[in-house]
């Protein structure tokens, strides 16, 4: 489809993130603080969905969890999509799992939320008025994702099943036997999703996810004002060719990561269409 009328956004490129949190103000705190994000007025009519700001530019919003939804806290992906009941069809058809119907959210957009085969949860946009991010790749905004699987073949071929993705397998230069690939939308020239199979080190309790990443202008101060606030720390910091990252839970349980992209090492892996 390439990039579809005013959004900016090819298909299947992360466009929005959003996260739900029994409590809010909480959440408000923790990544005002951490990431230096504002919020705006809680809008009650949609179920007190509270847009984050960083510089003034729309970046994410967090949410209270609806009745019956109340669990733990995650942060969710949305994949830009022209028509997203024909997307959550594909994911149906290629094994997934429609949470969610495709819902018109006022004229704001049309959303949707999927699991793929492997159950990471997915969200599907088709914007209207809002657009999705308004900055990406600076700090205090979104950066890149990726998707944690434990069946890394089932979750490849529903990428690619439903988002028009070239899969590209990262040379695995360090020993530890990493199975990663990157995903880039059609017409687009870099990848705009990353997939890593969960291996040992991810404890069994961990189920599937995407994970999103933030930048940031330093990692490090970061991750220790985070774990001030009570996140904890999974990994990381640790400095490779696309940035330096960690991956951390904050306070209320769900999963984020921050790079600061301009701190590298080591050249780009080489990749390899699979």
């Known amino acids: 489809m390439g990039v579809f009328a005013m959004t900016g956004f090819t298909e299947g490129t ?15 705190s ?21 847009q984050a700001y960083s510089d003034g530019k729309a970046v ?3 949410v209270p969890p609806m009745p019956g939804q109340e669990g733990e806290a995650a942060w969710c992906v949305y994949f830009a999509s022209p028509d997203t009941a024909a997307t959550a069809e594909k994911a149906r058809a290629a094994g997934g799992q429609v949470l969610m119907e495709p819902m018109k959210v006022g004229d704001f957009g049309t959303m949707a939320l999927v699991k793929e085969p492997s159950g990471a949860v ?6 209207d008025r809002h657009r999705g991010f308004e900055k990406t790749g600076e700090p205090g905004s979104y950066a890149w994702a990726e998707l944690f699987t434990r069946d890394p073949d089932r979750a490849d071929a529903f990428l690619k ?8 397998q990262v040379a695995d230069d360090t020993g530890e036997d990493v199975d990663f690939k990157v995903f880039t939308p059609e017409g687009a020239k870099e990848a705009v999703l990353g ?24 990692c490090d101060a ?39 992209p301009s701190t590298t090492a080591g050249e780009m892996p080489k990749l390899t269409d699979a």
């Not at 923790?30 to 509270?50: C, K, Q, R």
């Open 222 to 260: 970061t991750v220790k004002k985070a774990v001030d606030r009570a996140a904890k720390l999974q990994f990381g910091p640790v400095t490779i060719p696309f940035g330096r990252f960690a991956s951390l839970t904050d306070p209320q349980g769900a999963h984020f990561a921050v790079i600061d």
């Open 14 to 28: 992360p466009c929005w993130a959003d996260a739900m949190f029994a409590d809010l103000e909480g959440a408000k």
């Open 60 to 62: 994410a919003a967090v």
């Open 161 to 168: 099943d439903v988002f028009p993705y070239r899969a590209q």
């Open 30 to 50: 923790f990544y005002g603080d951490v990431l230096g994000w504002t919020f705006g007025e809680s809008s009650s009519e949609y179920g007190n969905y509270t």
């Open 122 to 127: 997915l969200g599907i946009w088709q914007p």
């Open 195 to 218: 997939r890593l199979a969960m291996g040992e080190q991810f404890p069994p309790s961990l189920r599937p996810f995407v994970n999103v990443y933030f930048a940031v202008a330093d």
